[in-house]
């Protein structure tokens, strides 16, 4: 079974840069994308980004693209999340999941295996 583990969140200021990864263990060679997803207290789970199984294409939310930057690097089996110019509004859980028809979709309800998540907090 595919295991996904969150790691790399952080306490920062806003201005700052954070990377994210998600690695993956067990069932690594299943054909399927991996999304990063984020969720703020007392609001729904939301789309940040999501790759492809073979690192293209990638999918970037409108909130977070020109800022943030999904890679994967398979010789790790890890999906990372690079984040610049982070913002107060970036603040939440971040979860990463993995969408076995492969698509890259940005509905939460298309992902499985989610890890615990990893806390990302940006002060002003």
């Known amino acids: 079974q595919l295991k996904l583990k969150e790691s790399g969140g952080s306490s920062v200021q806003a201005g700052d840069t954070l990377s994210l990864a998600c690695a993956a263990s067990?069932?690594?060679?299943?054909?399927?994308?991996t999304g990063w997803f984020r969720q703020a207290p007392g609001r729904e789970r939301e789309f940040v980004a999501a790759?492809?199984?073979?690192?293209?294409?990638?999918y970037h939310a409108n909130s977070v693209r020109g800022r943030f930057t999904i890679s994967k690097v398979h010789s790790e089996n890890t999906v990372y999340l690079h984040m610049n110019n982070l913002k107060p509004a970036d603040t939440g859980v971040y979860y990463c999941?993995?969408?076995?028809?492969?698509?890259?979709?940005?509905?939460?309800?298309?992902?499985?295996?989610w890890g615990q998540g990893t806390q990302v907090t940006v002060s002003a």
């Open positions: 067990g069932d690594t060679d299943s054909n399927y994308a």
């Open positions: 999941g993995a969408d076995f028809s492969g698509r890259g979709s940005q509905n939460s309800r298309d992902y499985t295996n």
């Open positions: 790759i492809r199984w073979r690192g293209s294409p990638k």
